[in-house]
């Protein structure tokens, strides 16, 4: 498995924007299909937004759709999830999260698939 750390998270006013980082400790995430899930106290964790090894496809929970970009830089060993235009609900724990797969091609969204995942981050935006 992989080590991953979280950063980028904070509080932030509804309507505004933050980038979080899922970064890799000494090895390479170009292996690893990654995906970002986000949990609040008493719920399950759930899936926010996924991406395959390429990069090349990604998957959308219906609530952040048109507001949250996921990507990869596996150069930089890096995966990011942009939010903007940020609701209250949007509140969470923000977890990285990845799992090692042959296919090039596949999104991951079922948190019992991963193997690694980060200590989380916490978004609290404000309305």
């Known amino acids: 498995q992989v080590q991953l750390v979280e950063s980028g998270g904070g509080l932030v006013q509804a309507g505004g924007s933050l980038r979080l980082s899922c970064a890799a400790a000494g090895q390479s995430l170009g292996s690893y299909a990654m995906a970002w899930f986000r949990q609040v106290p008493g719920k399950e964790r759930d899936i926010v937004a996924a991406i395959n090894r390429g990069g090349s496809d990604t998957y959308y929970v219906d609530s952040v759709k048109d507001r949250f970009i996921i990507s990869r830089d596996n150069a930089k060993n890096t995966v990011y999830l942009q939010m903007n235009s940020l609701k209250p609900e949007d509140t969470a724990v923000y977890y990285c999260?990845?799992?090692?797969?042959?296919?090039?091609?596949?999104?991951?969204?079922?948190?019992?698939?991963?193997?690694?995942w980060g200590q989380g981050t916490q978004v609290t935006v404000s309305s």
């Open positions: 999260a990845g799992t090692r797969t042959l296919s090039y091609t596949v999104v991951v969204t079922a948190a019992h698939a991963f193997g690694s």
